[in-house]
């Protein structure tokens, strides 16, 4: 168990754990985890070590949001290898980033975002993308196959 700490870094798909805490649970940097809370709300994240206190794990505000949980809360974190690769998954998204953009959501933030970057998503969750000078906040609405998988260079992406 490990108590919910904020981060700077603002990626959507990682949780940061201290060198102790990766080594004990059996992990390598960049595996794929499974993340809870107390009452079940879970998403999966890339994890990552950094020179944090035992016991602590640094997640950004989208993580947190999505877990339901802030600062000093307790999560459990546990490897997640059979995480399979996205078929395919559709986006969409929230309704205050379609005021005045146009041309193609995309080619402006998801091809970048997903491109040769294998981020693990979970069906539900929303996820924010810069791209150029604005920032977008898109929800994981469908993913083949179900609940959670990995975007990678070969998962069509679809926007609605």
Do not use: W
Request: net charge neutral; with cysteine; glycine share 6%.
């Amino acid at each position: 168990m490990n108590s919910v700490a904020n981060t700077v870094y603002q990626d959507n798909s990682f949780i940061k754990v201290s060198k102790n805490t990766l080594e004990t649970l059996q992990l390598a940097r960049g595996d794929t985890v499974l993340v809870k809370e107390k009452n079940g709300r879970d998403t999966v994240l890339v994890v990552l070590s950094d020179d944090l206190e035992d016991g602590y794990a640094c997640i950004n505000r989208v993580v947190r949001d999505n877990l339901r949980v802030r600062e000093g809360d307790v999560i459990t974190i546990r490897p997640y290898l059979d995480i399979k690769y996205a078929k395919r998954i559709a986006v969409r998204p929230t309704a205050n980033n379609a005021e005045g953009f146009t041309g193609s959501v995309i080619d402006a933030y998801l091809a970048s975002y997903f491109r040769n970057a294998y981020r693990p998503v979970r069906q539900g969750d929303l996820f924010t993308v810069r791209g150029g000078k604005r920032e977008a906040e898109f929800k994981i609405v469908e993913i083949d196959p179900p609940e959670y998988a990995v975007v990678s260079n070969h998962t069509v992406i679809h926007c609605g």
